[in-house]
């Protein structure tokens, strides 16, 4: 179900890797996800309905920091599947993990995603130039990040 999503088209053409992920592919990414203790991939559900997924990546619990993706199921788009994904992270990350620091990379194109990480609280806090070869053009790469509200009065 997982690679089935992350294959359709409105989910893939946001990814760094956008090629059709194969079986095998897929049962070796999960696979090496066992032995890892810096990726994180949770399937979320509301009301045994499944949302979305949601990762945290690169993360290093000594500088309390992480990096954050999602996806919505897109087969069944849930009435903010967006917003249950992204306080599930915040939650993970700073209410669960105590990280201090989130951060997420986005490709500039994607003024949908940009515009919810606002909302979210989420800033701009720098740029990738170029760093992705994404429909037949170089493409810039936002990082934006977020404060752990404890952390941000500070």
């Not at 059709?20 to 949770?42: N, P, T």
């Not at 979320?44 to 949601?54: H, N, P, Q, W």
């Not at 606002?118 to 070869?133: I, N, W, Y």
Request: some cysteine; proline content about 1%.
């Amino acid at each position: 179900m997982v690679r089935r999503w992350r294959n359709h088209p409105e989910v893939k053409k946001w990814m760094y890797s956008d090629h059709e992920i194969s079986e095998g592919e897929h049962s070796r990414f999960i696979e090496k996800l066992a032995d890892s203790v810096k990726d994180f991939y949770y399937l979320v559900y509301k009301r045994e309905k499944a949302v979305g997924v949601l990762y945290l990546s690169k993360v290093d619990f000594c500088h309390q920091n992480a990096y954050f993706g999602i996806y919505a199921n897109p087969e069944r788009l849930a009435h903010g599947a967006g917003v249950i994904l992204e306080k599930s992270a915040l939650y993970l990350a700073f209410g669960i993990a105590k990280f201090h620091t989130l951060k997420l990379e986005v490709i500039e194109n994607n003024k949908r995603a940009i515009n919810f990480y606002k909302r979210m609280g989420f800033q701009e806090e720098g740029r990738l130039k170029e760093f992705v070869f994404k429909e037949g053009k170089w493409q810039d790469v936002i990082i934006m990040g977020m404060l752990s509200i404890a952390d941000s009065s500070k």
